[in-house]
């Protein structure tokens, strides 16, 4: 671009066609602009690709490249590949460029499930972000393995016989610990600096990462475009969405809740896709469920403010026995 | 040299000598013996490639992709269902203009499973968008994989080097594996782009309107078109570098002949034996290799058979509910043009054993 007037301001430049109050836009932004000029990004299909690429504009600061939606994770691996022997066997001088994979929740828990494990197995030093807005929202909010227990989507709606998804919300973090990522961590979109300091610790670490961050989506949640950051931080304070740093299979931080913890209502009730859970006995039931989603999110992470830390490790290696 | 070697360790070798710097495979019948020699070199410090395992031909696929765009010299190998799994990297490395060199060892599409050969995988992709060369025989098994290299990375085109499935990959043979000096003169003056570059940012792989997209995708169709003098430029360079004749499309006895089959691959040579046998009853018979699919040697094809009475298409691949695909390609190319009858004939589906005697008891 010729006279950028964002140069050494941000690598995420404004005037891209996300909707306001996009979670996922917002965090992709605070990511780059952490990682800096050094960084390679590969993207995979879906909003924050269609928003900031359009033919003849860009947002990006930074090298980026789209190749498919499930494929970002081995496309990584080749460009990872390509710098290995231009630094070993060209003898080329060049400070390694950070490798960082953006993909959504579909990307990454449903159809790109294969090539993730797969660069997880090779061990290849890659950045892998996973913007999780729990569903399908770029092609209109349909389900996908990371949509909570009674979300309303467009392919698992609610009606007469039906209160929404079935599943409970695939664990991408307790798959990816066990693949032998380095640095797990996740986030949501309430914590921009928090998810900095995860960016930068992830660097830290030679190996594959995986950081995994709530981004909520105006339309396909059904939230006001002024509600993204406090949907968000309900997502982490009721213990829906723990917020951890896992580094080489040890948990080494997590988000306690606070004393007065909001129950799981205050995080639903903002929200058109759980809105049908609060019209009937049956809704009322998987609210309980949701609730106890929570409550063993708690005990299991330690999330209470009271929780030992020795207390969390024994537990977390309970649940990955 | 000349060497005996078993087909798959002549490409391997000669992909070797063409200085990969990123190779990445999943095995699949009968493209195994390939990446296996490859990885074996690797292991033996004779190469000095990243040898990437892929967990699919999908992401193999991707790999590659990766590696190209960020401005290395990439292999890749499949095969059959391989090469299926991994259409939608093959359909996206062309748009993205990616110069990948992949060889697929063709053979057949299950179901019925079947490992053997024929090439209804390379004629299933026929429309991606890459350059699709056809070995006729083992010594351009190992040439035009020299060939692919230079034409996709000076048009930035990637090209699938087609050879047949066992025919080629699993038998041996005498073939001359050329000397890398030479190899690297032909291959020298190509600079490939990373286009990953930090120091100069950009973005690849945007999100097209439908204000852009039929420009794009015309423009890619005319550029693919327009490579026939330029492969064939490139043909010209590397007899004089190495002393072979390649050509687009091959003709044998097709001089006085009214007679002409038309095949791609390897069972040209039967083809050839079937010409010396219904010569010897008196039949003005020829034979014509097609060694490139795409981009589509139109004029070509009308010079070997504008004046024809008849002729054979021998197909290895059909449009299931269609016909044999070579026949209707020859027929595209012929249209209005040609006056011959066109005899569209399907053998040698899944390893079926084709002998001479079929190909005599064609001609009726």
Known sequence: ?321 | MKQILEGSQAIALTVNLCRPEVVSAYPITPQTHIVEDLAKMDADGKSDFEFVRAESEFSAASIVLGASAAGSRVYTATSSQGLLLMTEVVYNIAGLGLPVVMTCANRAIGAPINIWNDQQDAYSVRDSGWIMLFAKNFQEAVDLHILAYKIAESVSLPVIVNVDGFIITHTMEEVDIPNEKLIKRFLLEIKRENILDVKNPKTFGSLVTPSDYQEMRLELHEKIKNQKSKIKHEMGKFKNIFGRKLDIVSEYKTKDADTVFVITGAIYGTVMEAVNSLRKKGKKVGAVHLGMLRPFPDEDILKALANKKKIIVLNRAISLGAEGILTTEIKKALYGKCKAKIQGEIIGLGGRDVTVEEIVGLVK
Request: charged content about 20%; proline content about 5%.
């Open chain 1, 1 to 321: 671009m010729k006279n950028n007037p964002y140069k050494n301001k941000t690598l995420f430049y404004p005037g891209h066609t996300a909707c306001a109050g996009c979670g996922q836009n917002l965090t992709a932004r605070h990511i780059i602009n952490t990682l800096g000029p050094n960084t390679i990004v590969v993207n995979a299909t879906g909003c924050l690709e269609v928003t900031t690429t359009k033919y003849g504009e860009s947002a990006w600061g930074v090298p980026y490249i789209h190749s498919l939606f499930e494929n970002p994770a081995a496309v990584a691996s080749g460009i990872l590949a390509a710098m290995k022997f231009k630094f070993k066997i060209l003898n080329l001088k060049f400070k390694m460029p950070n490798i960082v994979v953006f993909a959504g929740d579909g990307a990454t828990f449903d159809i790109g499930f294969g090539l993730l494990s797969g660069m997880f197995e090779r061990g290849d030093n890659i950045l892998y972000v996973c913007f999780d807005n729990e569903g399908y929202q770029n092609t209109g909010a349909q389900a996908s393995g990371s949509s909570p227990l009674g979300t309303d989507t467009t392919t698992t709606p609610h009606g007469k016989k039906s209160i929404g998804a079935l599943q409970t919300k695939k664990n991408m973090v307790a798959f990816a610990v066990s693949q032998g990522a380095v640095y797990v961590a996740t986030s949501t979109a309430a914590y921009p600096k928090d998810i900095e300091a995860k960016t930068i610790e992830a660097l830290k670490y030679n190996g594959p990462k995986y950081i995994q961050i709530l981004v909520p989506c105006v339309p396909g949640w059904g939230i006001e475009s002024n509600k993204t950051v406090e949907v968000a931080r309900l997502a982490a304070t009721t213990g829906f969405y723990p917020i951890l740093e896992i580094i080489e299979g040890k948990i080494t931080k997590v988000l306690k809740t606070s004393a007065q913890k909001p129950g799981i209502e205050e995080y639903l009730k903002l929200q058109k896709r759980y809105e049908h859970l609060f019209e009937n006995a049956n809704g009322k039931k998987v609210i309980a469920q949701l609730q106890s989603i929570c409550d063993q999110n708690i005990a299991a992470y330690g999330l209470c403010p009271t929780c030992e830390e020795h207390e969390v490790l024994m537990q977390y290696r309970e649940i990955n026995k």
